[in-house]
DNA sequence: TTGTACGCGTTATCAG
DNA sequence: CTGATAACGCGTACAA
């Protein structure tokens, strides 16, 4: 439905001139003459005139905007995200395209594809749990699309990166609960092919292994749905809990298991930290403050959009092409409020 | 910047055949022989062609996509709506744009400039707190644009609704503390210029009266950033727990306004419910299983997007002017898990 | 300095 | 049944 029916062939016959020398005086153009543009300006200003975006986009073949990528919105890490991108898109005047993966391979694959016939300029992606290989990524990056990752990134592509510091939040983590005295830590986490559950896992083995323990195996749970089956977690949660060598303490990452296991274990009336401690990955800023049992590792969202963003539009706009890529990393923080967590 | 280089025309060339008998024999026209469809399609499906939809878009004047304007997506209750939004608009062919108003006027008032200028086939909004005049939308909808109001509606445009039972919704948690034991309940809510909040306050009075108690004006606090400034929600608070008739209550209102709440009270370490009890708007799940001192009323996000949405594409795909209009009431639900909440 | 003509990719109309 | 042509709104060589 097209509104504004005001259009620069409108402009013209008002103003007896033609389209084009509407066009470049609303252009600016140096070959039109300071009294036309006036004119012109004003009767556009006058009747808020905007040229039609979709026959500019079909013109010039960019349409000013970039496409988003993300799980999920519900998710609030990426709420913040998006928030971020807008901030620093909209003030360098481009639009934004959400699209969610609800971390499925397949919608991963068509939102990329519906993204790049809207003829977006550049792509901001963070991948699905189930993104194993990114050949929808691969070509159009080829092509020339400008493509910055973000959270969770990928190896085999070249180009700017923002990351947190997963492997410090997953050391600093685990680190915490090893000085509040637990030995016994189990790891909750999502599927190991997403760079951040290999990141976190690392940080959690290093800090395990500087402090000598050893833990088996059968600790470590991988959720292959990131946290959307509440089931596929209430399985590794009772698995854990009916081990013999039963795990005093357990670190979650990703914000949806964190809070589905803090659900969980309130409906199991479980006590937290008195019969399992528990710290995890949450945005959700509630959940610290609600539960103080819980410690979280939090990571900065809005901020990793804007770096991101500014990535992006770097790629853009820069007239030659890029050769240097970056991987930014980004603090993560820990929330520790388990002050009833130390073990005794 | 375009990608996925196939046009149709590029397909007449390789076919020996018409751009328009290609774009026919992709349309299923009937006036194209089988025989050439099943050569055009195959060729098509081979090369995984796909028709630009700005063309179209340009072309046929409307973009098959419709326009979404929330406060934040932030909070959850609307990402949950957009997530209900994005299941029907997708099965139906239709893309989303996603905006948001933060709650301020003026971006509401640009976003549906933007929006329009996007070619959006229908609109779907919940106003901000700050909207008090809707003329941004009444011109649009004079011209034809079909625009379905959620959760947050105007009187001032008679088109479809779907709203939340706001009124049983205060009435419900009001009544649930008077059983409860408590007369002297307070109110923190959203400002009165939208729609829940006087729905709920509505509720919330009629509770009262039933229970013939009455209360003092300055029970009832309206924040005027609905919750966006913290610092607001502590005046309030401070103000009614330095009363002399003190409440022993607290009823509030949305999700942020809800949580703030909650994360002051924390922070001033007074209990919950022994000092004072609270029962609020919440659709972060989490909430009120962090805390069984909380109880809630929750909205069921994602049916009223999908309700909404099927109401838009009625009016988008009516062919004849649409002169019935309705308000769909969706309950809410009120959950209960104050078992420490009866006074004593 | 201004105007004309064409093309972006698609669909609709009309002619063959 | 198929093909040429115009049009959607804009921008830009090129011509005047």
Same mark, same amino acid.
Request: net charge negative; glycine share 4%.
């Given at each position: 439905?097209?509104?504004?029916?005001?259009?620069?062939?409108?402009?013209?016959?008002?103003?007896?001139?033609?389209?084009?020398?509407?066009?470049?005086?609303?252009?600016?153009?140096?070959?039109?003459?300071?009294?036309?543009?006036?004119?012109?300006?004003?009767?556009?200003?006058?009747?808020?005139?905007?040229?039609?975006?979709?026959?500019?986009?079909?013109?010039?073949?960019?349409?000013?905007?970039?496409?988003?990528?993300?799980?999920?919105?519900?998710?609030?890490?990426?709420?913040?995200?998006?928030?971020?991108?807008?901030?620093?898109?909209?003030?360098?005047?481009?639009?934004?395209?959400?699209?969610?993966?609800?971390? !499925?391979?397949?919608? $991963?694959? %068509? #939102?990329?594809? *519906? /993204?790049?016939?809207?003829?977006?300029? +550049? =792509?901001? &992606? !963070?991948?699905?749990? $189930?993104? %194993? #290989?990114?050949? *929808? /990524?691969?070509?159009?990056?080829?092509? +020339? =699309?400008? &493509?910055?990752?973000?959270?969770?990134?990928?190896?085999?592509?070249?180009?700017?990166?923002?990351?947190?510091?997963?492997?410090?939040?997953?050391?600093?983590?685990?680190?915490?609960?090893?000085?509040?005295?637990?030995?016994?830590?189990?790891?909750?986490?999502?599927?190991?092919?997403?760079?951040?559950?290999?990141?976190?896992?690392?940080?959690?083995?290093?800090?395990?292994?500087?402090?000598?323990?050893?833990?088996?195996?059968?600790?470590?749970?991988?959720?292959?749905?990131?946290?959307?089956?509440?089931?596929?977690?209430?399985?590794?949660?009772?698995?854990?809990?009916?081990?013999?060598?039963?795990?005093?303490?357990?670190?979650?990452?990703?914000?949806?298991?964190?809070?589905?296991?803090?659900?969980?274990?309130?409906?199991?009336?479980?006590?937290?930290?008195?019969?399992?401690?528990?710290?995890?990955?949450?945005?959700?800023?509630?959940?610290?403050?609600?539960?103080?049992?819980?410690?979280?590792?939090?990571?900065?969202?809005?901020?990793?959009?804007?770096?991101?963003?500014?990535?992006?539009?770097?790629?853009?706009?820069?007239?030659?092409?890029?050769?240097?890529?970056?991987?930014?990393?980004?603090?993560?923080?820990?929330?520790?409020?388990?002050?009833?967590?130390?073990?005794?």
């Amino acid at each position: 439905m097209n509104f504004n029916a005001l259009t620069i062939r409108d402009i013209a016959k008002e103003l007896n001139l033609s389209v084009s020398t509407v066009s470049k005086a609303l252009r600016d153009s140096h070959e039109i003459s300071e009294n036309t543009k006036k004119i012109v300006n004003a009767y556009a200003e006058e009747h808020n005139f905007r040229p039609n975006p979709i026959a500019q986009s079909l013109k010039q073949g960019h349409s000013k905007s970039i496409g988003i990528v993300v799980s999920t919105i519900e998710n609030q890490f990426f709420s913040q995200v998006i928030n971020g991108i807008e901030s620093v898109a909209y003030s360098a005047g481009f639009n934004v395209i959400i699209t969610q993966t609800h971390e !499925s391979f397949d919608l $991963e694959v %068509k #939102n990329v594809g *519906h /993204l790049m016939h809207r003829s977006i300029d +550049g =792509l901001l &992606i !963070s991948l699905s749990t $189930e993104t %194993k #290989n990114i050949e *929808h /990524l691969q070509k159009p990056h080829r092509q +020339g =699309l400008p &493509i910055v990752f973000f959270d969770r990134v990928s190896d085999e592509i070249e180009t700017h990166k923002v990351i947190a510091d997963n492997f410090k939040g997953g050391y600093d983590a685990t680190h915490h609960l090893i000085e509040s005295g637990y030995t016994r830590i189990a790891h909750i986490t999502s599927p190991p092919n997403i760079s951040i559950t290999r990141e976190r896992l690392a940080g959690y083995n290093r800090a395990l292994e500087e402090a000598g323990i050893s833990i088996p195996d059968y600790y470590i749970k991988h959720c292959s749905h990131g946290g959307r089956d509440e089931n596929e977690i209430e399985s590794a949660l009772n698995e854990l809990l009916s081990l013999e060598d039963k795990p005093e303490a357990i670190f979650t990452t990703s914000d949806r298991i964190t809070t589905t296991t803090l659900y969980l274990l309130n409906k199991m009336k479980i006590k937290i930290p008195e019969e399992i401690a528990l710290i995890g990955y949450t945005n959700t800023m509630l959940a610290d403050v609600l539960n103080p049992s819980l410690s979280s590792v939090y990571q900065p969202g809005f901020e990793m959009g804007v770096k991101a963003t500014e990535m992006l539009l770097n790629l853009i706009l820069s007239k030659r092409p890029v050769t240097e890529f970056q991987t930014l990393v980004l603090p993560t923080q820990l929330f520790i409020r388990m002050s009833t967590a130390r073990k005794n």
